[in-house]
């Protein structure tokens, strides 16, 4: 029985209704402090509460009498002035009031008292509503970080407040709820493609046995780097799924040993920074994601640009690593653009791609809290910087 009317009242719970409860007891609270400290009757009636009871009690008008931009509050001449009389009855059969009207000093202390409860009462109003909009703010940045570290979404009380917050609690649960799912299923398919492409290598190593032997190593080579590339794949999958903590990082020694693994290959990548081969800069990132995000920047530069110069140092509390390119560089108003999924610029050189690597590389370093951007050099070629926080 009590559950079923709490249901009822729950129902009838509102912001306009608590609106007008509020605005109505502020109002009438201003009214009865005003009367009580300005008005010579209120002042009376204080001392016979405690003997009369609520028979004491006068009527309360809404605004006192007098008009307080006048000199005199609008009462008429003589030695004192007195509380004017009750309303009467005049010949016409209406009500008026008889005496004048209080002093403007009086009546500007009056106004003043009402304005000060009234906004006492608009700022604890104004808290009070706001309360379940700070706790749909604070979900929501919770919600994005959630995501990004592959923890569960919080979730809202819809079963208390009025029946907008507990319909606006409902709506953002379920919408937090649809955004996990979408995000592990898109996890799981990315992890599922780079699963699968491990049969296909297998069987392109065994029918290598029939080719020529320098053939057969630099197809060997092709599969290592694929095999290489799925690797590091399904670990920033990972990393993402299980929501593990960022590391730790010597970052001039990460950038170290992929630029000694890429230069073992014969590509074109140094490593250059402040008179330093490799600064030690500390950061805490995942290490999968990171390798990533510096992989795709320096592949992206030796497509388009022929060579790679990284560099690492600190910038104002960042650890900023810079990648350099010798290539064309990009129209101004593109520079952005490029950080877009599938798009590629038109560049005249017919080089393969599907314009994801930038996109991806940004993407994971805003997981990491940190900021990628692009500029064209003054001396020619490219400039991307990448900026994590230093520990």
Known sequence: MMKRWRERLGRLDSLFLRLFLLMWVTLVLSHVVAFSVVSPVGTRWMGRLSTEGAAALPPLPSLPPGNPLA????????????????????????????????????????????????????????????????????????????????????????????????DSARAFNRMAQALK???????????????????????????????????????????????????ASLAVVREQATGARPALLDLGALLQSLTDDLAEQG???????????????????????????????????????????????RVDGWAEVTVDDDGPGIAPEQLERVFQPWVRLPDGTGTSGNGLGLAIARDLTQREGGTLTMGNRAEGGLRVSLRLHLE
């Open 71 to 166: 000199g005199d509050g609008g009462r008429p001449p003589g030695p004192a002035w007195r509380p004017p009389a009750p309303p009467m009855l005049g010949p016409d059969g209406e009500r008026r009031p008889v005496g004048g009207g209080m002093p403007a000093r009086a009546l500007w202390l009056d106004y003043a008292l009402r304005a000060l409860l009234i906004g006492v009462g608009a700022a604890i109003g104004a808290r009070w509503l706001s309360v379940p909009m700070r706790r749909l703010a604070q979900a929501s940045t919770t919600l994005s970080q959630g995501l990004a570290e592959g923890r569960d979404p919080p979730a809202l009380d819809d079963a208390h407040g009025t029946v907008e917050v507990r």
């Open 181 to 231: 799912h979408q995000f592990d299923q898109r996890s799981l398919h990315m992890a599922a493609v780079s699963h699968d492409l491990r049969t296909p290598l297998t069987r392109l190593r065994l029918r290598l046995e029939q080719l020529p032997s320098d053939a057969a190593r630099a197809a060997g080579a092709d599969i290592r780097a694929m095999d290489e590339l799925i690797d």
């Open 267 to 313: 590509l074109p990548v140094t490593l250059v920074g402040d008179g330093e081969a490799a600064p030690a800069l500390h950061v805490r990132a995942h290490p999968a994601s990171l390798r990533r995000v510096v992989d795709n920047l320096v592949d992206n530069a030796l497509r388009y640009g022929g060579a790679a110069r990284l560099g690492c140092r």
